[in-house]
């Protein structure tokens, strides 16, 4: 018995953690999920789950500053130089 009450209680959990997506109930407090009625605590906290992560890993992520201070010119030339005359000449061909 006990056994069935806790997977019971544990599944119960975590789908109220996920749903309902949208508010469900009979009045709701300025869109803010509380009422009476009842959204899932991972719906109704997106808005600061993502201000969070993205305040976390903004400091980790690259822009295109940093993918090209890694890029040596003269190299980059040298090893497209081929194609890129063909890709010119193909396309003045065209104008």
């Known amino acids: ?51 969070m992560s993205y305040k976390c890993a903004r400091p980790f992520l690259e822009g295109p500053g940093d993918w090209l201070s890694r890029v040596d010119p003269k190299r980059l030339v040298s090893e497209v130089r081929s194609e890129l005359r063909v890709v010119i000449e193909t396309a003045m061909a065209h104008v």
Do not use: D, N
């Open 1 to 51: 018995v006990a056994l069935l009450f806790t997977w019971f209680h544990i599944w119960l959990a975590i789908q109220m953690m996920f749903l309902p997506v949208e508010f469900f109930g009979l009045w709701q407090y300025q869109s803010s999920g509380m009422g009476i009625g009842w959204q899932g605590l991972v719906p109704r906290k997106c808005e600061k789950m993502a201000r």
